[in-house]
Protein backbone atom coordinates (compact mmCIF):
# COMPACT_ATOMS: atom_id res chain seq x y z
CA UNK A 1 0.00 0.00 0.00
CA UNK A 2 2.74 2.33 0.59
CA UNK A 3 4.43 1.71 -2.13
CA UNK A 4 1.62 1.73 -4.70
CA UNK A 5 1.11 5.21 -2.50
CA UNK A 6 4.74 6.41 -3.50
CA UNK A 7 4.51 5.35 -6.95
CA UNK A 8 1.42 7.36 -7.50
CA UNK A 9 2.78 10.27 -6.15
CA UNK A 10 6.12 10.68 -8.51
CA UNK A 11 3.57 9.48 -11.39
CA UNK A 12 1.47 13.09 -10.03
CA UNK A 13 4.50 14.73 -9.90
CA UNK A 14 6.44 13.49 -12.72
CA UNK A 15 9.94 12.04 -13.08
CA UNK A 16 12.50 12.79 -15.91
CA UNK A 17 15.49 10.86 -16.83
CA UNK A 18 17.88 13.30 -16.46
CA UNK A 19 17.95 15.22 -13.51
CA UNK A 20 20.48 17.65 -14.42
CA UNK A 21 21.42 19.52 -17.84
CA UNK A 22 24.26 21.49 -19.19
CA UNK A 23 22.95 23.68 -22.45
CA UNK A 24 25.19 25.49 -25.24
CA UNK A 25 22.62 27.24 -26.88
CA UNK A 26 22.63 31.20 -27.98
CA UNK A 27 21.85 32.35 -24.05
CA UNK A 28 23.02 29.86 -22.18
CA UNK A 29 26.46 28.84 -22.30
CA UNK A 30 27.05 24.80 -21.29
CA UNK A 31 28.81 26.00 -18.30
CA UNK A 32 26.06 26.30 -16.43
CA UNK A 33 24.63 23.45 -14.38
CA UNK A 34 20.93 23.05 -14.13
CA UNK A 35 20.00 20.29 -11.70
CA UNK A 36 16.05 19.35 -13.24
CA UNK A 37 12.54 18.39 -10.95
CA UNK A 38 12.66 14.94 -9.29
CA UNK A 39 9.90 14.25 -7.03
CA UNK A 40 9.59 16.76 -4.72
CA UNK A 41 13.45 17.70 -4.54
CA UNK A 42 12.96 21.12 -5.59
CA UNK A 43 14.60 22.90 -2.46
CA UNK A 44 17.53 20.45 -2.99
CA UNK A 45 17.86 21.80 -6.73
CA UNK A 46 17.74 25.29 -5.77
CA UNK A 47 20.55 24.83 -3.62
CA UNK A 48 22.74 22.92 -6.31
CA UNK A 49 21.55 25.16 -8.96
CA UNK A 50 22.74 28.05 -6.87
CA UNK A 51 26.08 26.56 -5.82
CA UNK A 52 26.13 25.80 -9.61
CA UNK A 53 27.36 21.94 -7.95
CA UNK A 54 25.25 18.94 -8.67
CA UNK A 55 27.56 17.72 -4.83
CA UNK A 56 27.39 20.74 -2.91
CA UNK A 57 24.14 19.33 -1.23
CA UNK A 58 22.10 15.67 -1.24
CA UNK A 59 18.89 14.41 -0.35
CA UNK A 60 20.48 12.70 3.01
CA UNK A 61 22.13 16.03 3.79
CA UNK A 62 18.75 17.81 4.25
CA UNK A 63 16.47 14.76 5.70
CA UNK A 64 19.91 14.88 8.54
CA UNK A 65 19.64 18.82 8.75
CA UNK A 66 15.42 18.11 9.05
CA UNK A 67 16.14 15.34 11.84
CA UNK A 68 18.26 17.94 13.65
CA UNK A 69 15.73 20.63 13.83
CA UNK A 70 12.78 18.49 15.19
CA UNK A 71 14.58 15.31 16.27
CA UNK A 72 11.71 14.05 18.34
CA UNK A 73 9.07 14.08 16.22
CA UNK A 74 7.82 11.16 14.75
CA UNK A 75 6.35 13.17 11.70
CA UNK A 76 9.20 15.80 10.59
CA UNK A 77 7.45 19.01 10.15
CA UNK A 78 10.12 20.16 7.78
CA UNK A 79 9.72 17.95 5.02
CA UNK A 80 7.47 15.62 3.08
CA UNK A 81 5.87 12.39 5.51
CA UNK A 82 6.20 10.28 2.36
CA UNK A 83 9.74 11.21 2.11
CA UNK A 84 9.64 12.59 -1.47
CA UNK A 85 11.24 16.22 -0.08
CA UNK A 86 8.97 19.48 0.15
CA UNK A 87 11.39 20.84 2.55
CA UNK A 88 10.69 24.28 4.26
CA UNK A 89 12.59 27.51 4.26
CA UNK A 90 13.85 26.09 7.64
CA UNK A 91 16.09 23.61 6.16
CA UNK A 92 17.77 25.57 3.36
CA UNK A 93 18.36 28.51 5.75
CA UNK A 94 20.15 25.45 8.24
CA UNK A 95 21.65 24.07 5.03
CA UNK A 96 23.51 27.52 3.78
CA UNK A 97 24.58 27.73 7.12
CA UNK A 98 26.58 24.99 6.41
CA UNK A 99 28.26 26.46 4.00
CA UNK A 100 29.38 29.70 5.32
CA UNK A 101 26.41 31.70 4.14
CA UNK A 102 22.75 33.26 5.04
CA UNK A 103 19.76 33.98 3.27
CA UNK A 104 18.20 36.72 3.96
CA UNK A 105 14.12 37.66 3.69
CA UNK A 106 13.63 40.46 1.16
CA UNK A 107 11.40 43.07 2.24
CA UNK A 108 8.82 43.30 -0.84
CA UNK A 109 8.00 46.77 0.51
CA UNK A 110 11.60 48.03 -0.98
CA UNK A 111 12.84 48.30 -4.16
CA UNK A 112 15.66 45.63 -5.06
CA UNK A 113 18.05 48.42 -6.64
CA UNK A 114 18.74 48.93 -3.28
CA UNK A 115 20.89 45.06 -3.61
CA UNK A 116 23.92 45.62 -4.00
CA UNK A 117 24.72 42.92 -6.57
CA UNK A 118 28.38 42.60 -6.28
CA UNK A 119 28.14 41.80 -2.85
CA UNK A 120 25.77 38.82 -2.87
CA UNK A 121 26.02 35.43 -4.10
CA UNK A 122 22.50 35.16 -5.82
CA UNK A 123 18.46 34.55 -4.84
CA UNK A 124 16.47 31.28 -3.84
CA UNK A 125 12.71 32.52 -4.51
CA UNK A 126 9.52 30.70 -3.27
CA UNK A 127 6.87 30.77 -5.83
CA UNK A 128 3.31 29.04 -6.24
CA UNK A 129 3.01 25.98 -8.44
CA UNK A 130 0.70 23.86 -10.11
CA UNK A 131 0.37 20.65 -9.30
CA UNK A 132 -0.29 18.23 -12.75
CA UNK A 133 -1.13 14.55 -13.53
CA UNK A 134 -0.16 14.09 -17.46
CA UNK A 135 -1.73 17.03 -19.33
CA UNK A 136 -4.68 17.34 -16.45
CA UNK A 137 -3.77 20.29 -14.13
CA UNK A 138 -5.15 19.64 -10.58
CA UNK A 139 -6.55 22.14 -8.36
CA UNK A 140 -4.34 22.09 -6.00
CA UNK A 141 -1.16 24.81 -5.49
CA UNK A 142 2.22 24.06 -3.69
CA UNK A 143 5.67 26.24 -3.02
CA UNK A 144 8.28 25.99 -4.80
CA UNK A 145 11.68 26.80 -4.57
CA UNK A 146 14.18 27.95 -7.60
CA UNK A 147 17.64 29.40 -7.65
CA UNK A 148 18.74 33.09 -9.66
CA UNK A 149 22.05 33.80 -10.00
CA UNK A 150 24.85 34.92 -11.78
CA UNK A 151 27.20 33.19 -14.13
CA UNK A 152 29.87 34.48 -16.61
CA UNK A 153 28.58 38.50 -16.66
CA UNK A 154 24.86 36.86 -17.12
CA UNK A 155 21.86 36.18 -14.49
CA UNK A 156 19.94 32.96 -14.89
CA UNK A 157 16.33 31.84 -13.31
CA UNK A 158 17.77 28.19 -12.96
CA UNK A 159 14.09 27.07 -11.83
CA UNK A 160 14.32 23.42 -11.76
CA UNK A 161 10.77 22.79 -13.70
CA UNK A 162 12.52 24.42 -17.23
CA UNK A 163 13.80 22.48 -19.26
CA UNK A 164 16.54 24.65 -19.46
CA UNK A 165 18.40 27.63 -17.69
CA UNK A 166 16.67 30.48 -18.83
CA UNK A 167 19.17 33.70 -19.26
CA UNK A 168 17.52 37.17 -17.64
CA UNK A 169 20.33 39.16 -18.54
CA UNK A 170 22.45 41.73 -17.01
CA UNK A 171 21.75 43.61 -13.88
CA UNK A 172 18.99 45.92 -15.10
CA UNK A 173 17.35 42.91 -16.50
CA UNK A 174 17.63 41.10 -13.17
CA UNK A 175 16.09 44.18 -11.12
CA UNK A 176 12.86 44.31 -13.65
CA UNK A 177 12.41 40.59 -12.78
CA UNK A 178 12.20 41.09 -9.39
CA UNK A 179 10.46 43.95 -9.20
CA UNK A 180 7.79 42.05 -10.88
CA UNK A 181 8.35 38.92 -8.76
CA UNK A 182 7.53 41.52 -5.96
CA UNK A 183 4.32 42.77 -8.17
CA UNK A 184 3.23 38.77 -8.05
CA UNK A 185 1.21 37.52 -4.93
CA UNK A 186 2.80 34.62 -2.79
CA UNK A 187 6.03 35.20 -3.49
CA UNK A 188 9.13 35.50 -1.60
CA UNK A 189 12.56 36.33 -2.52
CA UNK A 190 16.10 35.61 -0.30
CA UNK A 191 18.97 37.29 -0.91
CA UNK A 192 22.02 34.57 -0.38
CA UNK A 193 25.25 36.07 0.79
CA UNK A 194 28.01 34.86 3.04
CA UNK A 195 27.55 35.60 6.54
CA UNK A 196 30.77 37.75 6.97
CA UNK A 197 28.82 40.51 4.21
CA UNK A 198 25.14 39.37 6.18
CA UNK A 199 26.70 40.91 9.69
CA UNK A 200 28.11 43.76 8.10
CA UNK A 201 24.90 45.26 6.39
CA UNK A 202 27.01 46.00 3.00
CA UNK A 203 24.65 44.56 0.63
CA UNK A 204 22.11 47.21 0.90
CA UNK A 205 23.20 50.32 -0.60
CA UNK A 206 20.54 52.57 0.95
CA UNK A 207 21.83 51.17 4.45
CA UNK A 208 24.58 52.47 3.29
CA UNK A 209 23.79 55.43 2.60
CA UNK A 210 22.03 55.88 6.10
CA UNK A 211 24.88 55.56 8.22
CA UNK A 212 27.27 57.70 6.20
CA UNK A 213 24.42 61.06 6.60
CA UNK A 214 24.38 60.54 10.31
CA UNK A 215 25.62 63.15 11.82
CA UNK A 216 29.22 63.40 12.95
CA UNK A 217 29.73 63.69 17.17
CA UNK A 218 32.26 65.81 18.67
CA UNK A 219 34.41 64.81 21.07
CA UNK A 220 36.46 66.67 23.96
CA UNK A 221 36.42 70.65 23.71
CA UNK A 222 33.89 70.69 21.45
CA UNK A 223 31.77 68.83 23.42
CA UNK A 224 32.51 70.69 26.22
CA UNK A 225 31.77 74.59 23.87
CA UNK A 226 28.22 73.08 22.96
CA UNK A 227 27.06 72.43 26.20
CA UNK A 228 28.46 75.52 27.61
Known sequence: MYQSCLNFVDALLGKDQKNSTRNDDSHVTE????????KELCALHALNNLFQDGSAFSKQMLDNICHSLSPDNVVNPHKSMLGLGNY??????????????????????????CIDLSKIFGFILNIPSEMKF?????????????????????FYNLDSKLDRPSCLGKEQELL??????????????????????????????DRRKNVSQLPVLHHGNDIQQERT
Open 134 to 154: GFLQLPLNRKHWIAVREVEGN
Open 31 to 38: RVYHERQV
Open 176 to 205: SYLQEQIRSKNREIFVVMSQEVEQSGIWRM
Open 88 to 113: DVNVLMAALQKKGYEAVWFDKRKDPA
